[in-house]
């Protein structure tokens, strides 16, 4: 589904390089979904913008078989001069989707009324989050990115959010990070740990759980 291949992604930090993944060679199959653990700066959310394309490795190749989402919430694709209308037109005709019928199911979802028609540069953070999540579950991906995006509007909105997501799940794989290891094991079927530039797989979510615990301590 997503395959990396020898990839490497740092930052500069005060002058000193900050490695996120240290050439790094692994595969995310298809049909098997997974959580990504680590501690806060391991780079998980870095990773998952690598995975989604809006963020490029330094070096190497990450190879997509499938269609894969942006971070559900992640409006950074979105352009701040054109209305949130705009957006969800553009986005849907980039997707091969019918316009109309995407901005219908946006228009419902988010609940932002008549800002859709305002520049979304205009938009409070929480508006941003609940147009790129509507816009996110109105296009059909074969691959979610998930990161922390349940955390979105209140508690009515969440359990919207939840089951609307619950029913995308069942014919699409799903890459999350969470820090409720609840949701990690409901959702994953594998986990990988980031630590230090590299990453560990398991097969089994406790076992990546346990390490993550230690790596905490």
């Not at 694709?77 to 037109?89: K, M």
């Not at 419902?108 to 540069?121: L, Q, R, S, T, V």
């Not at 699409?172 to 990690?184: A, G, K, L, P, R």
Request: proline share 2%; net charge neutral; with cysteine.
């Amino acid at each position: 589904m997503i395959a990396l291949s020898n990839v490497f992604k740092f930052y500069r930090t005060s002058g000193r390089p900050k490695i996120i993944l240290d050439h790094v060679t692994t595969e995310f199959r298809a049909g098997t979904s997974y959580a990504i653990l680590g501690i806060n700066g391991a780079g998980k959310s870095t990773t998952m913008r690598m995975l989604g394309g809006t963020e490029l490795p330094n070096s190497g190749k990450i190879t997509r078989k499938a269609r894969v989402s942006w971070p559900l919430g992640f409006a950074g694709g979105l352009h701040g001069a054109l209305t949130g209308r705009e957006n969800v037109q553009f986005v849907a005709r980039v997707y091969g989707h019918d316009p109309r019928k995407v901005v219908d199911f946006v228009e419902d979802f988010a609940e932002i009324g008549a800002y859709i028609d305002e520049p979304f540069k205009t938009y409070s953070s929480g508006m941003m989050q609940r147009l790129a999540f509507g816009l996110s579950m109105a296009i059909d991906f074969e691959c979610y990115l998930i990161d922390e995006v349940t955390a979105v509007g209140d508690a009515r909105f969440q359990a919207r959010c939840l089951e609307e997501f619950d029913k995308r799940r069942e014919r699409s794989d799903i890459i999350m990070v969470s820090h409720s290891m609840e949701t990690i094991r409901s959702y994953c079927k594998r986990a990988i740990v980031l630590a230090h530039g590299a990453i560990h797989e398991f097969s089994n979510i406790d076992d990546a759980i346990e390490l993550y615990k230690k790596l905490n301590q």
